[in-house]
């Protein structure tokens, strides 16, 4: 006896093939049959819904969250702070993303570097009261998500700063062989405990102080294990060439699958490199590399004000770039790298800087997304040279004081991503390059922790892409849409059993009002939830039933399978069809 049956639904099943009407059975957690033309009729009181007016996809996989924090809060906090996500159909997020996480963190160096890292994202009261003690391993970080329940389902990439930082804290020089095999030790640890791959962030530190070599080596650990690596590339402005082709070289030399994080081209004058941009990655991949990436469909992004200084300045951390911003002379040198100083490459070896957000977008571009002080709240979603101008002072020593007084704690909100500000009639041109390429995901890279001002993305991210891109501008058909939100993006990470409506997979599932799916939050508003999702199963349950939120809980992935002895079976071969069952150790 099935525990659900969806009938006379639309099926758009995530591999991109034209849509069907049918039925959809589910017993426990998993899809047990598909009928197409209404087969799976039988007697009896099994749950039915009818869904003639909906249409059913799989749910869809965020592959580029920056929930770290959100998912180890309580379950009624997470559920709040993530029903944004559910709402578009949303039922896997893969956190770990641009290097940055929790875990691990194996010193009390790297446990205070960390808590200071992710603050500006978290309220001090939503930061592990002791993270070495939670998430000393990236296995100790899962177990903590899975004793204490989820929300929606969630994978794991390992972050390199928190590797890096737990065997050399921040500092800038290359690592000693010793401390270069303690970083793959990590990184194998983190793989053993299931994670789906190795993310870095290359314009934060510690990986801008990461050689191609350093990064080699660790995509190695990748490589052997069949997991994907994953990069926040070292520039999108006036190094995005080179950061592509560091990205594809380090594929190449490392044999690992590649994976270009929000693909995107910061600032105008960079934005007629697009094209060659893709014709890197296509060429790569004629060339026998697996290469793929993923992009958000908006000219604004989010991320940490302190990214706008220069690297070396940000050696030993935010209190370090603090004391720096209060010493007379190293503020005017950080000023003259701001203003005046053109982006170099090679940021490894401490002489260049390859990512100046200043240079490549103005002051103008660049907005204050959150402040921690009830004080500075009026100054949130202005622009820095709005705000500088309030408050009669140099943008630069604006945001540098507003630094200072909130202790780094500070994000921001900046336009001219791959095209112009939303309000005007042709950003989507760039957009579309990416949007329509083949080898895109679509991603969301933005979180609501519930404070400031944050990204739409968070609430609209998906329900945009459908509304607009696939209703409006008919740029990309439903079904292809879909199969990039899911079985391709399961495909690409590993996810094996989920992407797909299938037989033996988990019934994670939308059922959808077309005429009603849309996204309604917006850079004014950005807290507003999108329609269309009638019904959400989360491992076959409901936790939207009706358009009203349930609250079912979802699982933490792991990127392995065991038999019933607990033997570990061997991991997908994620480019191929046939699994790699050869036995080996219990873990």
């Known amino acids: 006896?099935?525990?659900?049956?969806?009938?006379?639904?639309?099926?758009?099943?995530?591999?991109?093939?034209?849509?069907?009407?049918?039925?959809?059975?589910?017993?426990?957690?998993?899809?047990?049959?598909?009928?197409?033309?209404?087969?799976?009729?039988?007697?009896?009181?099994?749950?039915?819904?009818?869904?003639?007016?909906?249409?059913?996809?799989?749910?869809?996989?965020?592959?580029?969250?920056?929930?770290?924090?959100?998912?180890?809060?309580?379950?009624?906090?997470?559920?709040?702070?993530?029903?944004?996500?559910?709402?578009?159909?949303?039922?896997?997020?893969?956190?770990?993303?641009?290097?940055?996480?929790?875990?691990?963190?194996?010193?009390?160096?790297?446990?205070?570097?960390?808590?200071?890292?992710?603050?500006?994202?978290?309220?001090?009261?939503?930061?592990?009261?002791s993270a070495t003690s939670l998430y000393t391993t990236n296995d100790a970080y899962l177990n903590r998500l899975e004793n204490s329940g989820v929300a929606i389902n969630v994978a794991m990439l390992i972050p390199h700063g928190p590797v890096r930082i737990s065997v050399m804290g921040l500092a800038k020089e290359l690592p000693s062989s010793k401390q270069l095999n303690a970083m793959k030790s990590l990184v194998q640890e983190g793989f053993d405990a299931g994670a789906f791959g190795l993310s870095t962030g290359l314009i934060y530190p510690p990986g801008s102080y990461s050689s191609p070599d350093e990064l080699t080596e660790l995509a190695k650990v990748v490589a052997r294990s069949d997991r994907i690596y994953t990069s926040h590339i070292r520039g999108s402005s006036d190094t995005l060439l080179k950061a592509v082709d560091e990205l594809i070289t380090v594929g190449k030399k490392s044999l690992a699958r590649v994976h270009h994080s929000h693909n995107e081209a910061v600032g105008e004058q960079h934005w007629s490199n697009i094209d060659r941009v893709l014709g890197l990655e296509e060429a790569a991949l004629r060339s026998g590399l697996q290469i793929s990436f993923d992009m958000f469909p908006y000219t604004m992004a989010a991320t940490m004000m302190v990214a706008i200084?220069?690297?070396?300045?940000?050696?030993?951390?935010?209190?370090?770039?603090?004391?720096?911003?209060?010493?007379?002379?190293?503020?005017?040198?950080?000023?003259?790298?701001?203003?005046?100083?053109?982006?170099?490459?090679?940021?490894?070896?401490?002489?260049?800087?390859?990512?100046?957000?200043?240079?490549?977008?103005?002051?103008?571009?660049?907005?204050?997304?959150?402040?921690?002080?009830?004080?500075?709240?009026?100054?949130?979603?202005?622009?820095?040279?709005?705000?500088?101008?309030?408050?009669?002072?140099?943008?630069?020593?604006?945001?540098?004081?507003?630094?200072?007084?909130?202790?780094?704690?500070?994000?921001?909100?900046?336009?001219?991503?791959?095209?112009?500000?939303?309000?005007?009639?042709?950003?989507?041109?760039?957009?579309?390059?990416?949007?329509?390429?083949?080898?895109?995901a679509f991603c969301s890279d933005a979180e609501d922790y519930g404070k400031g001002h944050p990204h739409p993305a968070s609430y609209g991210a998906f329900a945009k892409i459908f509304s607009?891109?696939?209703?409006?501008?008919?740029?990309?058909?439903?079904?292809?849409?879909?199969?990039?939100?899911?079985?391709?993006?399961?495909?690409?990470?590993g996810i094996r059993d989920r992407g797909l409506i299938r037989p033996g997979m988990y019934a994670?599932?939308?059922?959808?009002?077309?005429?009603?799916?849309?996204?309604?939050?917006?850079?004014?508003?950005?807290?507003?939830?999108?329609?269309?999702?009638?019904?959400l199963l989360l491992n076959g349950k409901l936790t939207i039933k009706n358009g009203n939120y349930l609250g079912q809980r979802g699982k933490v992935l792991t990127n392995f399978v065991r038999n019933d002895s607990g033997r570990y079976l061997g991991k997908v071969a994620v480019f191929g069809e046939i699994w790699d069952a050869e036995s080996a150790t219990s873990e």
């Not at 180890?72 to 770990?96: M, P, R």
């Not at 630094?403 to 309000?423: A, C, F, P, R, T």
């Not at 409006?472 to 990470?493: C, D, H, N, P, Q």
């Open 309 to 440: 200084y220069p690297p070396w300045a940000l050696e030993g951390g935010i209190e370090s770039l603090i004391a720096r911003l209060q010493d007379h002379k190293e503020r005017e040198k950080i000023r003259r790298a701001i203003e005046k100083t053109p982006s170099k490459w090679n940021s490894w070896a401490g002489k260049g800087w390859p990512h100046n957000l200043v240079r490549a977008v103005g002051w103008d571009n660049i907005y204050i997304g959150y402040v921690q002080s009830a004080e500075q709240k009026k100054f949130e979603n202005l622009s820095l040279q709005e705000f500088g101008e309030q408050i009669r002072r140099s943008p630069f020593d604006a945001v540098s004081d507003l630094i200072i007084s909130e202790k780094g704690q500070v994000s921001m909100l900046i336009h001219e991503i791959s095209g112009e500000q939303d309000s005007k009639d042709d950003y989507d041109k760039h957009l579309l390059k990416f949007m329509c390429h083949p080898l895109s």
């Open 1 to 129: 006896m099935w525990d659900l049956l969806i009938k006379n639904v639309e099926i758009v099943d995530g591999t991109g093939s034209p849509s069907y009407k049918g039925d959809i059975a589910i017993k426990g957690e998993k899809i047990d049959a598909v009928g197409r033309d209404f087969a799976l009729s039988i007697p009896g009181s099994v749950d039915t819904i009818d869904a003639a007016h909906l249409t059913a996809i799989p749910g869809i996989i965020d592959p580029h969250s920056h929930a770290d924090l959100i998912v180890g809060l309580d379950f009624e906090t997470q559920s709040n702070l993530l029903k944004c996500k559910l709402f578009q159909g949303v039922t896997t997020i893969i956190v770990g993303n641009c290097g940055l996480g929790t875990s691990p963190a194996t010193t009390l160096e790297a446990t205070t570097v960390l808590r200071g890292i992710n603050s500006w994202m978290a309220p001090e009261e939503q930061l592990p009261s």
């Open 468 to 493: 607009r891109y696939v209703g409006k501008l008919k740029a990309i058909s439903f079904e292809e849409a879909v199969r990039k939100m899911t079985g391709y993006t399961a495909k690409l990470f």
């Open 508 to 535: 994670d599932i939308a059922l959808i009002d077309r005429t009603k799916l849309s996204d309604h939050s917006n850079i004014k508003s950005p807290r507003l939830l999108a329609t269309g999702v009638e019904h």
